[in-house]
Nanobody, 115 residues
Framework: QVQLVESGGGLVQPGGSLRLSCAAS????????MGWYRQAPGKQRDWVSTITTGGTTNYADSVKGRFTISRDNAKNTVYLQMNSLKPEDTAVYYC?????????WGQGTQVTVSS
């Protein structure tokens, strides 16, 4: 069992930056593929980024070049550095841990980009 707790969301102006964190409890954090998803009001939950156990990263086209995912296995934490934020980035951001049939979600953290 893995529990995920996101933090770091908030209100930021367009062009600003935020760093989201996702702290995982439980054992063997390093074997999980970690990811970030987001869900805007009235829309489906969309994939944002993934980092594998080996450190390979992938990004949705909408955030490529602006967001950076990273992980610190010693701290059981995954991060999402978000730069050059746009109003369309406004959403609840969810952390995800995945291993074979195991799939865990955090409770989400709100990110609002507005002037």
């Amino acid at each position: 069992q893995v529990q995920l707790v996101e933090s770091g969301g908030g209100l930021v102006q367009p062009g600003g930056s935020l760093r989201l964190s996702c702290a995982a409890s439980g054992s063997f954090f390093n074997v999980y593929t970690m990811g970030w998803y987001r869900q805007a009001p009235g829309k489906q939950r969309d994939w944002v980024s993934t980092i594998t156990t080996g450190g390979t990263t992938n990004y949705a086209d909408s955030v490529k070049g602006r967001f950076t995912i990273s992980r610190d296995n010693a701290k059981n934490t995954v991060y999402l550095q978000m730069n050059s934020l746009k109003p369309e980035d406004t959403a609840v951001y969810y952390c995800n841990a995945r291993l074979l049939r195991q799939n865990y979600w955090g409770q989400g953290t709100q990110v609002t980009v507005s002037s």
